[in-house]
């Protein structure tokens, strides 16, 4: 997931690194989250960056990754209006990863500052679904099973 990160952020920072051109490059789109989604936001598009918005189906173990241009920028995940948690990008933080659970339901993300000036941010989520409880208690029962079979076998 790190290193496709960094390779749109770099290649969309290539492109668009002047001033004059402003960009937005958005997978999230309000749908379902597929495996990997990413934001990317430069030029005159950072005075409103709107939100990136996406749909959990299912429980699920989310990992963030970004970084901004920015000394400091500040991005909130969201679910309605309540700030869930919350990320300071900073040129360095490509390097850290989060991983966190979140049940499922309807998600944005929404810049808690404001910045102005030639620069970028960019971000992106990779998704794996938690498994089912139940589904380990039957891989348990089963392995007893085979345990309590072998044991019969061998005091025969």
């Known amino acids: 997931m790190k290193r496709s990160l960094l390779a749109i952020t770099a290649a969309l920072a290539a492109a668009f690194s002047g001033a004059t051109h402003a960009a937005r490059y958005d997978t999230y789109q309000g749908l379902a989250h597929t495996e990997t989604e990413s934001g990317f936001v430069s030029g005159a598009e950072l005075a409103a960056p709107g939100t990136f918005d996406f749909l959990l189906g ?4 989310m990992t963030f990754s970004g970084e901004s241009s920015f000394s400091a920028l500040e991005l909130g995940l969201f679910s309605g209006t309540t700030l869930l948690r919350g990320w300071l990008l900073t040129p360095s933080t490509g390097n850290d990863v989060t991983t966190f659970s979140m049940v499922a ?3 944005s ?3 808690l500052s404001s910045v102005s000036g030639p620069g970028y941010f960019s971000f992106s989520t990779a998704i794996a679904t938690v ?3 139940d589904e380990s208690h039957l891989l348990l029962a089963g392995l007893a099973m085979i345990g309590i079979v072998a044991r019969h076998k061998l005091n025969r």
């Open 131 to 133: 498994p089912e409880p």
């Open 109 to 111: 993300f929404k810049t």
């Open 105 to 107: 339901g309807s998600y």
């Open 58 to 61: 299912s429980d699920s173990l």
